[in-house]
C-alpha cells in the first residue's frame, strides 16, 4: 500500500456493526476512522430508555443463546455487563431453540384463564411443526412457498384429531396455534409467516443459552464499546445523505491526493474516504439506495435489497401501580377465541390492531423496574399502533386487560410507553427475514463488497455489515456484531502488508 498514504475509513451507522468494525480495525493508522451516527445516541437499535423505577428496552431485549459461541455474550462478559444467572454453564448449555420456557398464563377473550394443559397441547404441536418447516433446506420442490402457508396445511390435516374431535376444544385449540403463528411473526419480524419463505427458513441458527438481559440495559454495551474508541471518532447526529463512489475526490490543500469515495452529510459536511463501511438497517435502503448511492448499486445487489424481507415488531410498556397478576407468572399470553390459523385475519386495523398483540413479558425483577408489562405486537397492526396518540393506545390497551382478565373494574395502567420503529427515518422497521422469493444467495450479495471487479485498482471502496448481511444470524444483535468484524477483517487484510513482508515493494 505504499505511495497511497494512510487509509481513511469511513463507518456509516453506530449500531453494534459500525462500533464493532471500528474496534477491529488495524493498520488504518491514528485519526484515520470516522463513524457517521445520524442518531443523537449510539446503538442503533439497540435502546434503553428509562421508564417508571427502571430501564425499558425499546429495541434488542435478550441476548439469544448467550453462550460461548454468543460474540455479544462474550463481549458483555468481558466488560461485566451481565448478572450471575447468565454466568452459570448450566444456563450456557440450555437448548431452548430460541424460546425462552417463562411460567406463563393464558387469558382468553371470554375473560377466563385456560388450562395449562390446553395451551401445551396446542404449543407442542406448533413446535413440532415449525420445528419440521426448517427440514427443507436445500429442497429442490419444498412442499410449500411460505412457512405460514406450510404450518397451516398441516393443521388443516390434524383438524379432525385437534382437541380430542371435541368441537369446542377444537376450536380453542385453533384459537391457540393463532396465537403461535402471531408469535411466530414477532419472532420472525414480519406481519405474516406467508411471507416467510420456507425453503431458506432452516439457515437461521440458534445458539445454545437461556436468553438474559442486561441488569444495566442493553445499551450498555454499546456505551462501553464506544468508550474504548480514541475520542473524536464518533460523530452522532451526523446523517449522511449520498455516497459518492468510483469517483475521484480531493481535498483543498498542498498535500492533495485522489480519494474515490465521498460521503456527504445532511448538514452539508462531507468526508473523502478510501474505504466505506456502509452498516445502516436494511429497512433504510430499501427506502433509500436509489438515490443513497452514486452512481447506483449494481443491480444485483438492488435486487436482493428489494427481495429480503424487512419487518416491523414493536414493544408497548405499561406500569400498573399494583400487579393483577401472580409474582410467579413472567409471561401473559392472548388468545382470542373466535380466531384460526385456518381462516383469513381481519384487515381492519383500526377495529382489530390490537388482536396481533401476542402478550406481554413481565419486566423481572419488580424491585428494579415496578410492576410493568412488555407487549410485542408485529406487522401492519404494528405499524398502525404507531400512527395512534399514546392515549389511545393506553385506553386500547386498558380496555383489551379487562376483557381477558374479566375484570371491568382492573384499574388502568400509571403509564405507557411505546417503540415506533417503523417511523423511525434511518431504520424503517425492526430487522430482517428472509422472505418468499428471496433466499441466504441474496444476503450473501448484500454482504459482497463493491466495486465487483476483483482486480479493480481501488478495491473495497464500499464494504456492507448489519444484520441483514448475516446468513445464518439475521435479526440477531450477534450476527451485527459478527458482520462488523468481518468486514474490519476484511479491510484489515489488504491494509496490512502480510507478514514477513516488512521493507518489500
Known amino acids: 500500500m505504499e505511495g497511497r498514504g494512510v487509509q481513511r475509513v469511513v463507518v456509516v451507522g453506530a449500531g453494534l456493526a459500525g462500533l464493532g468494525a471500528v474496534q477491529r480495525l488495524r493498520g488504518t493508522g491514528s485519526g484515520s476512522v470516522r463513524l457517521l451516527e445520524a442518531a443523537s445516541h449510539a446503538g442503533g437499535r439497540v435502546c434503553t430508555r428509562p421508564f417508571a423505577s427502571g430501564l425499558a428496552e425499546m429495541g434488542a431485549h435478550w441476548i439469544h443463546g448467550p453462550s460461548p459461541g454468543n460474540p455479544v ?77 406450510y404450518v397451516r396445511a398441516e393443521i388443516t390435516r390434524r383438524v379432525p384429531a385437534l382437541g380430542g374431535g371435541k368441537e369446542d376444544a377444537r376450536r380453542l385449540q385453533l384459537a391457540i396455534l393463532a396465537t403461535c403463528l402471531k408469535l411466530e411473526c414477532c419472532i420472525s419480524g414480519t406481519h405474516s409467516m406467508d411471507l416467510v419463505a420456507l425453503e431458506p427458513f432452516g439457515e437461521y ?15 450498555s454495551l454499546p456505551e462501553r464499546m464506544l468508550s ?110 373466535d380466531e384460526s390459523p385456518l381462516e383469513k385475519p381481519s384487515t381492519d386495523l383500526k377495529a382489530n390492531w390490537f ?4 402478550g406481554f413479558v413481565v419486566l423481572q425483577p419488580p424491585e428494579q423496574h415496578g410492576h410493568v408489562l ?32 374479566g375484570n371491568p373494574l382492573l384499574p388502568a395502567p400509571r403509564s405507557m410507553l411505546r417503540s415506533q420503529w417503523h417511523s423511525t427515518p434511518y431504520t424503517r422497521g425492526s430487522y430482517s427475514y428472509v422472505a418468499v422469493g428471496s433466499s441466504g444467495d ?35 444483535t450477534h450476527g451485527a456484531l459478527l458482520s462488523g468484524w468481518r468486514e474490519a477483517e476484511r479491510l484489515n487484510r489488504l491494509l496490512e502488508p502480510p507478514r514477513g513482508s516488512a521493507g518489500q515493494k
Open 73 to 149: 455474550f462474550r463481549l458483555a462478559t468481558r466488560y461485566g455487563l451481565l448478572g450471575p444467572e447468565a454466568a452459570r454453564e448450566e444456563n450456557q448449555r440450555a437448548e431452548a431453540g430460541g424460546h425462552p420456557p417463562l411460567p406463563c398464563i393464558t387469558y382468553c377473550s371470554s375473560g377466563r384463564a385456560l388450562s395449562p394443559q390446553a395451551v401445551r397441547e396446542a404449543r407442542d404441536l406448533f413446535d413440532t411443526l415449525l420445528a419440521s418447516a426448517r427440514d427443507f433446506r436445500g429442497a429442490e420442490e419444498p412442499p410449500a412457498p411460505s412457512v405460514g402457508q
Open 205 to 219: 441458527i440458534s445458539l445454545p443459552g437461556l436468553d438474559c438481559t442486561f441488569p444495566g440495559g442493553y445499551s
Open 228 to 337: 474504548t474508541l480514541p475520542e473524536g471518532t464518533v460523530l452522532l447526529s451526523k446523517a449522511v445523505r449520498t455516497i459518492q463512489w468510483q469517483g475521484s475526490f480531493r481535498e483543498e490543500g498542498g498535500n492533495a491526493r485522489d480519494f474515490p469515495v465521498r460521503v456527504e452529510c445532511e448538514d452539508g459536511d462531507t468526508f473523502l474516504a478510501d474505504h466505506v463501511i456502509v452498516t445502516v438497517p436494511l429497512g433504510f435502503l430499501k427506502e433509500r439506495h436509489q438515490d443513497f448511492f452514486q452512481p447506483p448499486l449494481p443491480e444485483r445487489k438492488a435486487e436482493a435489497i428489494r427481495r429480503l424481507g424487512f419487518g416491523t415488531n414493536n414493544k408497548i410498556f405499561l406500569e400498573f401501580e399494583q400487579p393483577f397478576w401472580e409474582p410467579q407468572q413472567q409471561l401473559i399470553e392472548v388468545v382470542w377465541e
Open 355 to 358: 388482536k396481533k398483540l401476542i
Open 374 to 405: 412488555c407487549g410485542f405486537i408485529a406487522g401492519k397492526e404494528s405499524e398502525y399502533m404507531e400512527t395512534l396518540s399514546d392515549a389511545e393506545v393506553l385506553s386500547t390497551m386498558t380496555y383489551m386487560l379487562r376483557t381477558l382478565t
Open 442 to 476: 441474496d444476503i450473501d450479495i448484500l454482504a459482497q463488497p463493491l466495486p465487483e471487479d476483483p482486480e479493480d485498482p481501488r478495491p473495497l471502496q464500499l464494504l456492507f455489515a448489519g444484520e441483514a448481511t448475516h446468513r445464518t444470524f439475521y435479526s440477531t
